[in-house]
Structures are given as C-alpha cells and as structure tokens.
C-alpha cells in the first residue's frame, strides 16, 4: 500500500485547508489511518486519527478544536479538514497507517507542505 498525501499550499493566517490521503495498492483495511506533520528543527507531530473501520476519531489537544478528520471507505481517501489556520501550523503533513491495534503508526507517504502566513 502507498500513501500520498496532497491539498497543501499556502494560506493567510485564520484560512482554511483540506488535505487529502489517498491510498493505493492491494486491499486497503488498516486498523486506523492518521495525520501528522513536521515543522522544520522538529520532531514528527500527531494530529488527528480515525479507525477505518468504526471511524472513531481521536485528536492531539493542540488541534481538536480546529482540525477535523474524515474518511471516505469506498475511494480510500481520509481527509483533514483545518480551519482557522495560525503560522504555527506550518509544516510538511503526512499521513500514515496504523495496520492493526497493536502496530505503530508506518507506511508514511509523501507529505505535503502546508504554509500558514501571517
């Protein structure tokens, strides 16, 4: 399975963007699929997930109340939705599988830049 993640770009302080995670590949049944991101000089960010399956949701504290997760089962594409958008949101995004309840997020794809000016 390859993941690639797109929708970034740039966007004015308080804006909003839609990213998308397609996934391609054989039979795609992951236990969850999540989003991170990656500022420059930082470490790898959780942001949001949802179970493929149930599609129960779960955010980072830092983005519940803006960012929303969704998943579209029968085209394999899990979005995230970001609203009210602030500089400190720049960061290359990245969307990964989690294959079973046991597992770590992996299986990264290509991220996509998502530029916040102020």
């Known amino acids: 399975v390859q993941l690639q993640a797109s929708g970034g770009g740039l966007v004015q302080a308080g804006g909003s963007l839609r990213l998308s995670c397609a996934a391609s590949?054989?039979?795609?049944?992951?236990?969850?699929v999540g989003w991170f991101r990656q500022a420059p000089g930082k470490e790898r960010e959780f942001l949001a997930r949802?179970?493929?399956?149930?599609?129960?949701?779960s955010y980072a504290d830092s983005v519940k109340d803006r960012f929303t997760v969704s998943r579209d089962n029968a085209k394999n594409i899990v979005y995230l939705q970001m609203n009210n958008l602030k500089p400190e949101d720049t960061a290359v995004y990245y969307c990964?599988?989690?294959?079973?309840?046991?597992?770590?997020?992996?299986?990264w794809g290509r991220g996509t830049l998502v530029t916040v000016s102020s």
């Open positions: 990964g599988l989690r294959q079973t309840v046991a597992t770590s997020f992996g299986s």
């Open positions: 590949g054989r039979t795609f049944s992951p236990y969850a």
């Open positions: 949802v179970t493929w399956r149930g599609g129960t949701t």
